[in-house]
Structures are given as structure tokens and as C-alpha cells.
């Protein structure tokens, strides 16, 4: 990974931290726990792979790159209204919240990324290929 993508991870970092009012351990927290269970509820993989998965460190790369693209949706769809003065964010099955509190916001972008088969943004079809990819690519090694 090129040194401004890893700048560019690391703003949006912040601004997720800012937004929400979590600090850098509970975001890296969150990141983990996320990843065994998307391995686990989504890809359905077993006690082994989700052993040795997390053991490689593709498997990292590939869920930091799949993780900020969500942050990014996230942010892009995290708006003002100026005629009402308040801030909501469109939620991934399109509706609209509030997210005038950091409470709010932390609540909408765990949404962003629950690892779930209904979650437009961290679902099966979106990662399904990425995953196979990176699979392959550990194997090979």
C-alpha cells in the first residue's frame, strides 16, 4: 500500500473517530471482532480457517481496504441540511436518520458495518469476489 493511501485511511480515521467519539483502541476493536464475524456469519467459515485467516497478513490488508471503502460511504453519505440546520446520514437500505449526536452517528456507522447478509454495504455480494481474490492469493503463497 502506497503512502497516500495509508494517508488517506488514516484521515478518514479520524474523522470516524471525531463523528462518533470513539477512541483509536475501541475503532481497532471494533475492526477485529467485525472481521472474525464477517469470516464467520457471512463467508461461513470454519473453526481452521478462521484460525489461520487472520494469521496472514493479506487477510489484514484486504479487510482494512474493504473496511475503509464502507468508512467512505459512510462519510459521503453523512449529511447537512441547511434548510433545517441538522445533520442526517443515509442509512444503507437507503432511508434517512438523524445524526445530530456523536451517539448517533456512532450508532448509524456500527450499522455501516454489521456483518450481516442484509447489510448493503458489508454483504456477501459485494465482498464475495474481493474475498475469493484473496483467497487465492493465499494459497499461492
Not at 487477510?59 to 445533520?87: I, P
Request: one cysteine or more.
Amino acid at each position: 500500500m502506497n503512502a497516500a493511501m495509508i494517508q488517506h485511511i488514516a484521515q478518514a480515521d479520524e474523522q470516524i473517530l471525531s463523528l462518533t467519539g470513539l477512541n483509536q483502541e475501541e475503532l481497532n476493536e471494533l475492526r477485529f471482532n467485525t472481521a472474525y464475524e464477517f469470516l464467520r456469519d457471512i463467508m461461513g467459515v470454519d473453526e481452521y480457517g478462521l484460525e489461520v485467516m487472520p494469521q496472514t497478513p493479506l487477510f489484514w490488508s484486504w479487510w482494512r481496504n474493504e473496511w475503509f471503502r464502507v468508512d467512505e460511504r459512510f462519510l459521503s453519505n453523512l449529511r447537512y441540511d441547511t434548510n433545517q440546520g441538522d445533520q442526517y446520514l443515509i442509512m444503507p437500505d437507503r432511508t434517512q436518520a438523524c445524526a445530530h449526536s456523536q451517539e448517533l452517528r456512532l450508532e448509524g456507522w456500527k450499522r455501516y458495518h454489521e456483518a450481516s447478509e442484509t447489510n448493503y454495504y458489508m454483504s456477501r455480494e459485494i465482498l464475495e469476489l474481493s474475498y475469493h481474490k484473496l483467497i487465492k492469493r493465499i494459497v499461492r503463497q
